[in-house]
């Protein structure tokens, strides 16, 4: 940068701004000025694409038979805020809704199991039950058995009614 120069470096380090088309320089006075108004209607351009762009995607657009609606930032800002928030809001509760679902369908299933689970223990109960019952017939028969054939055997070694003295 030269000093006393309020110029951007990269316009003063060898770029030819004056070639611009926008830019109609008569003469090295006027640079400053010149440059004033070209950064001036660059930035005009710019708010100008800014704000059709938010039209645009405010969905706004040019309606109205080509009559822009004059807007604000501070109104786009706002409208886009409020846009996010709801969608946030409707997911949110989405989301919120399906997770009830989801543990209230864990529920439903838990209480099946668990009618499930209780059934199968009074089975298993009753079927422990005649289990035990048939055990304790097959004892007293298996009993009856060995004292028949423990007789039946004492009856064939000693036929004369004696029984033999026990080992």
């Given at each position: 940068?030269?000093t006393?120069?309020n110029e951007?470096?990269e ?7 004056r070639k611009?088309?926008?830019?109609k320089?008569s003469?090295?006075s006027?640079k400053?000025?010149?440059m004033t108004?070209?950064?001036h209607r660059d930035?005009?351009?710019?708010e100008?694409?800014?704000e059709?762009?938010l ?9 109205d038979g080509?009559?822009?609606p004059?807007?604000t930032?501070a109104?786009?800002i706002?409208?886009?805020?409020n846009?996010?928030a709801?969608?946030i809001?409707?997911a949110?509760e989405?989301t919120?809704k399906d997770i ?9 299933i ?9 059934q199968?223990?009074t089975e298993?109960?009753a ?6 019952e048939?055990l304790k017939?097959?004892?007293?028969l ?7 054939m423990?007789?039946?055997r004492?009856?064939?070694?000693n036929?004369?009614g004696?029984l033999p003295?026990e080992?």
């Amino acid at each position: 940068m030269k000093t006393g120069d309020n110029e951007p470096a990269e316009l003063d380090s060898g770029s030819d701004y004056r070639k611009l088309p926008s830019c109609k320089i008569s003469g090295e006075s006027r640079k400053g000025s010149v440059m004033t108004e070209a950064h001036h209607r660059d930035l005009s351009q710019v708010e100008r694409g800014v704000e059709a762009a938010l039209r645009n995607f405010a969905g706004n657009g040019a309606a109205d038979g080509g009559k822009v609606p004059s807007i604000t930032a501070a109104e786009r800002i706002d409208k886009i805020g409020n846009m996010s928030a709801r969608a946030i809001i409707e997911a949110s509760e989405t989301t919120a809704k399906d997770i009830e679902e989801a543990a209230q369908a864990a529920v439903d299933i838990a209480a099946d199991i668990l009618e499930e689970a209780r059934q199968l223990a009074t089975e298993l109960r009753a079927s422990g039950k005649k289990m035990s019952e048939h055990l304790k017939e097959f004892a007293a028969l298996a009993n009856r058995v060995s004292t028949a054939m423990r007789d039946t055997r004492a009856e064939v070694l000693n036929p004369s009614g004696t029984l033999p003295p026990e080992d």
